[in-house]
């Protein structure tokens, strides 16, 4: 079946600029996950979505990042006044429960701040 | 909050020989270990999993063992081949209640042919 989606696969944009970054989980999986990962780096949690619940933005890293989660489903994350610093590969994964449940990722996308 | 940490960094090994990567976790409350291979301009995908009621599980070539004594759990690749070489992940779950998982920094694997 298909698996987790991310478009676009890359992003260059100008300091300052806003970007929109999207995520289409597996069908039917109720929790999503938003992930960073720098270069070289490992990967750090940013936010994450459990059905209709609150989401968890404990790992936001400043108020400039924000995402939605529409219809339980597609997800968007948006930075605004994008700095160079947020350059990274941004992974988007899923999970059937969100309960100790296998997270499934995406082939994440890379952003480029100039 | 759960703190994972990875060794070696790198690791690299003849085809054939066995590579074992090794990982610590601090909360004593973590009950779920996956561990995740990355290949270049990929995501990471899931290769093994174990959870705390075990203490080994294997499939085929690769096997995870789990001290939560020592909170410590390791992955072992046995007849190591070239497609192996990729960067691996061990994670935890980041506390109690939480979902998101905290990643071990990585191990660079390269098999040489």
């Known amino acids: 079946g298909a698996g987790v989606s991310q478009s676009p696969s890359n992003k260059v944009t100008e300091k300052g600029k806003d970007v929109e970054l999207r995520c289409d989980p597996i069908?039917?999986?109720?929790?999503l996950y938003w992930y960073r990962q720098s270069l070289g780096q490992g990967l750090e949690f940013l936010i994450y979505f459990q059905g209709n619940s609150a989401p968890d933005k404990s790992g936001l890293p400043s108020d400039r990042f924000s995402a939605e989660r529409t219809g339980g489903s597609v997800s968007t994350l948006t930075i605004q006044r994008t700095q160079q610093e947020d350059s990274a590969v941004y992974l988007c994964a899923s999970s059937g429960t969100g309960g100790v449940d296998t997270q499934y990722f995406g082939p994440g996308t890379r952003l480029t701040v100039l | 909050g759960e703190n994972v940490e990875q060794h070696p960094s790198t690791l690299s090994v003849q085809e054939g020989d066995s590579a074992v990567i090794k990982c610590t976790y601090s909360?004593?409350?973590?009950?779920?270990f996956p561990w995740y291979k990355q290949e270049l301009g990929k995501g990471p995908q899931l290769i093994i999993d174990?959870?705390?009621?075990?203490g080994e599980k294997k499939d085929q070539r690769i096997a995870v063992t789990l001290n939560k004594t020592a909170k410590h759990f390791s992955l072992h690749i046995t007849e190591t081949q070239p497609e192996d070489s990729a960067v691996y992940f061990c994670?935890?779950?980041?506390?109690?209640?939480?979902?998101?998982?905290?990643f071990g920094s990585g191990t660079r694997l390269q098999v040489q042919p």
């Open positions: 909360d004593s409350a973590s009950n779920y």
């Open positions: 069908s039917g999986h109720t929790a």
């Open positions: 994670a935890a779950p980041q506390g109690t209640g939480r979902r998101a998982l905290t």
């Open positions: 174990i959870r705390s009621n075990v």
